[in-house]
């Protein structure tokens, strides 16, 4: 079972006007459901380093009406061009597990991130399953929220996130 991206980003409690960074965006699930949280007074940050999964975006949102999408081609492991504490909330879903410098990471969503904001955090958990072990690289959450605790981030909410995900929010 799968949590669906619009049901955590729910969770988040989002209102107009917010700015939200979804590092690694991939099909942009995420970006979409937020998108249409924060409005048009609102802005979402689509981050990912493959171009065409950004172009696709574009094409999506345009067909959407989506107007407060922003498409941003970055490394996430180095400086993105994002302006510091200007962003509401950060997401990082199943990104972590993928890059080699999670510190790094963790470090660029911090500087863009505003004093009060809020990451959410998505990663896959460890299981017996096939779709579990064909992951390369799986990040335990003990290890994430030790890594959050060294930067004073500190998880305020765990929520269920499905059989092969762990989920939270954390300030």
């Avoid at 990912?48 to 996430?76: G, S, Y």
Wanted: hydrophobic fraction near 45%; proline fraction near 2%.
């Amino acid at each position: 079972m799968f949590l669906s991206p619009l049901q955590i980003i729910e969770s988040l409690a989002l209102r107009k006007g917010d700015v939200v960074a979804d590092f690694g965006c991939g099909s942009g699930a995420y970006v979409f459901a937020s998108a249409k949280l924060v409005g048009d007074r609102g802005k979402v940050l689509a981050i990912d380093i493959h171009k065409e999964i950004l172009e696709k975006i574009n094409r999506e949102a345009e067909k959407m009406d989506l107007i407060n999408i922003n498409t941003i081609l970055a490394d996430i492991e180095k400086k993105i061009e994002v302006e510091s504490y200007s962003c509401d909330a950060v997401i990082l879903s199943n990104v972590l597990s993928e890059v080699t410098e999670v510190d790094k990471v963790l470090e660029e969503a911090k500087r863009i991130l505003k004093p009060n904001g809020i990451f959410l955090i998505v990663d896959w958990k460890e299981t017996d399953h096939n779709l579990s072990l064909k992951r390369h690289n799986i990040l335990k959450e003990e290890y994430i929220t030790a890594i959050l605790a060294k930067n004073s981030i500190f998880v305020k909410k765990h929520f269920p996130a499905g059989r092969f995900h762990y989920a939270f929010i954390a300030m």
